[in-house]
């Protein structure tokens, strides 16, 4: 099991602080206090804890088990059937490339290789920088903008291979709202 304090998300505030130990475990109590008692609780518990995890380590997974009164395997099973949670930590910016049948006649698989081969992380991975996370999605509804590129909330469209080194870079430098425009 993970300790609570190795678990904690950076904050993304200017001071780059971490909550403690003691914060991380009064907050996971609070959470579990308030949604407990809840028809359908468990979900919105589990959402609000990954906000504060970053992710869903095991001690948290087993902590929110046992205040709900459930099997961990129940707990666990939620979180693997949903795949908005996370088991390990994710990147700063979160990278999901569509491969919906649009997307993936278009060209959305050399992209997915541009990315891997970008940020050298695979489809699931995080940059051990902790600042990109890879992912795929199966359809964003922007199929005539396809390939399509989310980075976090922001779309990316029209993606071509040749720029993902350039869209990476102007993330990197803060100009990912200029960049979600379209990348032709």
Request: charged residues 20%; glycine residues 10%.
């Amino acid at each position: 099991m993970t300790d609570l304090s190795a678990t904690a998300a950076d904050c993304g505030c200017a001071c780059a602080c971490e909550p403690s130990e003691a914060e991380l475990a009064a907050g996971l109590d609070a959470i579990i206090v308030e949604y407990r008692e809840k028809p359908g609780g468990l979900i919105p518990a589990l959402q609000t804890a990954q906000a504060l995890f970053g992710y869903l380590p095991e001690t948290v997974i087993r902590k929110i088990a046992d205040g709900f009164g459930k099997p961990v395997s129940e707990v666990a099973g939620v979180v693997t059937f949903y795949s908005f949670f996370t088991l390990h930590p994710r990147g700063k910016f979160v990278v999901r490339v569509c491969l919906g049948t649009a997307c993936y006649v278009r060209g959305g698989k050399e992209v997915l290789d541009a990315f891997k081969k970008k940020l050298e992380i695979d489809v699931g991975e995080t940059t051990p920088d902790r600042m990109f996370s890879l992912e795929v999605g199966r359809c964003f509804g922007a199929c005539g903008m396809a390939p399509v590129v989310m980075v976090n909330d922001d779309v990316h469209q029209r993606v071509k291979p040749a720029l993902v080194g350039e869209m990476v870079n102007q993330i990197l430098s803060g100009n990912a709202a200029a960049s979600a425009k379209e990348t032709a």
